[in-house]
T-cell receptor, first 115, second 113 residues
Framework: NAGVMQNPRHLVRRRGQEARLRCSPM?????VYWYRQLPEEGLKFMVY????????ESGMPKERFSAEFPKEGPSILRIQQVVRGDSAAYFC?????????????FGSGTRLTVV | QQQVKQSPQSLIVQKGGIPIINCAYE??????FPWYQQFPGKGPALLIA?????SEKKEGRFTISFNKSAKQFSLHIMDSQPGDSATYFC????????????FGKGTLLTVNP
C-alpha cells in the first residue's frame, strides 16, 4: 500500500511562472489537506478538500493560489505568477473518512524554489 | 499569532540522555495534541498523541506529559539514540475542525553517539 505520493519532489520556477504540485492520496483516503512549511517554521494549514469539493480554504492566500481534487486523478495545488516568498516545502496529507486525526498521513513534500 | 509555542529551537544530547521538548498553547478549544517526527527530505510522521483527559501517555521510549491548567505539554525521549536525531513538531487541533493541525515551529534534536 503506497503512502501519500507527491510529485515532483523538487520544483524550480522563475518568478512569474506557474507551479503545479500534485498529490495522490493513499488508497481508500478521500480527504486531502495541503500544508506549507517555510524555512525554520512549522507547517501551516492551507486547504482541505474532498473529491470535487473545497471544504476549508481558510489558510490559502487570497490571490494566485488555488487547489482542486477532481473526481479522477490527483489533487493539484496551483500557484500562479510565483514570487520568491513562495519558496517553501509543500506537504500534502490524506485521511480516510471517519477516522479523524488517527488516519492522517503526510507525503514527503514538494520543495519549491523560486529563482 | 502563534497559537502553539515550542521550545527549544534546537537540542543536542548524548546517546542515552533524555531530551525534553516543551510546547504551550493558547486556544482552550484544542483537544488533541500530537507530536510529529520529521527526517530530512521526508514528511512529518505521527509519533504519539494525547487528549487533555489524561496527564501522561507513554509509547515505547516516548512519553507525553500534559498540564491542562498551564496549557502546556511536553515530549520526553527515554534512552535517546542517534537514530532519534530529527526535527520534532508539536501540534494541536480542536474537535470543531479536527482536520486542521496547528504546528509549533519545531525542535531540531541531535543525539550524539
Amino acid at each position: 500500500n503506497a503512502g501519500v505520493m507527491q510529485n515532483p519532489r523538487h520544483l524550480v520556477r522563475r518568478r512569474g511562472q506557474e507551479a503545479r504540485l500534485r498529490c495522490s492520496p493513499m488508497k481508500g483516503h478521500s480527504h486531502v489537506y495541503w500544508y506549507r512549511q517555510l524555512p525554520e517554521e512549522g507547517l501551516k494549514f492551507m486547504v482541505y478538500l474532498q473529491k470535487e469539493n473545497i471544504i476549508d480554504e481558510s489558510g490559502m492566500p487570497k490571490e494566485r493560489f488555488s487547489a482542486e481534487f477532481p473526481k479522477e486523478g490527483p489533487s493539484i495545488l496551483r500557484i500562479q505568477q510565483v514570487v520568491r516568498g513562495d519558496s517553501a516545502a509543500y506537504f500534502c496529507a490524506s485521511s480516510p473518512p471517519g477516522r479523524g486525526m488517527s488516519g492522517y498521513t503526510f507525503g514527503s513534500g514538494t520543495r519549491l524554489t523560486v529563482v | 499569532q502563534q497559537q502553539v509555542k515550542q521550545s527549544p529551537q534546537s537540542l543536542i544530547v548524548q546517546k542515552g540522555g533524555i531530551p525534553i521538548i516543551n510546547c504551550a498553547y493558547e486556544n482552550t478549544a484544542f483537544d488533541y495534541f500530537p507530536w510529529y517526527q520529521q527526517f530530512p527530505g521526508k514528511g512529518p510522521a505521527l509519533l504519539i498523541a494525547i487528549r487533555p483527559d489524561v496527564s501522561e501517555k507513554k509509547e515505547g521510549r516516548f512519553t507525553i506529559s500534559f498540564n491542562k491548567s498551564a496549557k502546556q505539554f511536553s515530549l520526553h525521549i527515554m534512552d535517546s539514540q542517534p537514530g532519534d536525531s530529527a526535527t520534532y513538531f508539536c501540534a494541536a487541533t480542536s474537535g470543531g475542525s479536527n482536520y486542521k493541525l496547528t504546528f509549533g515551529k519545531g525542535t531540531l534534536l541531535t543525539v550524539n553517539p
